[in-house]
């Protein structure tokens, strides 16, 4: 079984989220569930576009459950002309880059309604709108207060605004665009731990001790108290915590 078609039939809790969830997605958001080697995108309110599935059993599986349950909540599934199935890199960490690129690939042909590619928006200004708190479901079975927010950016040709989930503006504009935060006044930056390194080797954090057992946080520069430090610690903000007298002295 399962070449095809499937017996599979989702339960109504699987059915309640894939309809919360598949709504909270924008047109021309893209969905890539983990660990399935496919790939969706909505196309308009009732229609998934199957965008690339790997050629593996699993996948097809996935896929033809995927058809069950999105025909259950309302959606048809629909498969480009001429399309071909991907064969996965035997290595996963070259299968989890490949897989990012391919999602840098497709963000690049994303367009507006009036055509202009999405890669040509002033990604820079961006504006968050905070949607609203869902409970998320934990991999353990219990839930957590989960936030969905969305990235709003303007098209530069029709002025359209285009509602973007926020891991696709991340795949679209990449790291430094996506750790910023802009509202009113001022615009946030995060540093990455390369800049933290280097300011804390300039001297930028000094830290004061939280309590007279001297603990404070600090940023480790490349070395701290001219003392080398583990490269992999650079640039992380830690808390500094005195060994026991006896060992310190
Ligand atoms: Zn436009």
Redesign the pocket.
């Known amino acids: 079984m399962n070449n095809e078609q499937t017996d599979w039939q989702p339960e109504s809790e699987l059915l309640a989220w894939a309809k919360q969830h598949f709504e909270s997605i924008p047109v021309n958001g893209v969905w890539s569930p983990d660990s399935t080697g496919v790939q969706y995108m909505k196309t308009d309110e009732k229609t998934w576009l199957l965008m690339s599935m790997y050629e593996h059993p699993e996948s097809k599986d996935y896929h033809n459950k995927m058809i069950v349950l999105m025909n259950a909540v309302g959606y048809e599934i629909a498969t480009p002309d001429g399309f071909e199935t991907i064969t996965p890199p035997l290595d996963p960490s070259h299968q989890a880059e490949m897989h990012y690129q391919q999602k840098q690939e497709l963000a690049m042909q994303w367009?507006?309604?009036?055509?202009?590619p999405l890669s040509n928006f002033d990604l820079e200004n961006r504006t968050d709108e905070y949607v609203e708190t869902i409970e998320g479901q934990l991999d353990n079975g219990q839930s957590t207060p989960l936030q969905l927010w969305r990235c709003h950016i303007t098209?530069?040709?029709?002025?359209?605004d285009?509602p973007m989930e926020p891991d696709d503006y991340h795949v679209l504009a990449g790291d430094g665009l996506f750790m910023q935060f802009t509202n009113m006044t001022a615009r946030y930056t995060a540093l990455t731990r390369m800049q933290n390194k280097d300011l804390a080797e300039s001297g930028m954090f000094v830290g004061k001790p939280l309590n007279d057992k001297g603990s404070m946080f600090c940023v480790l520069g490349e070395t701290y108290e001219g003392e080398r430090v583990p490269p992999w610690l650079w640039g992380c903000l830690v808390v500094r915590t005195h060994l026991p007298s006896e060992e310190n002295e």
Not at 111 to 116: A, L, T
Not at 155 to 160: F, G, K, L, N
């Open positions: 367009k507006c309604d009036c055509g202009e098209c530069p040709t029709c002025e359209a285009i």
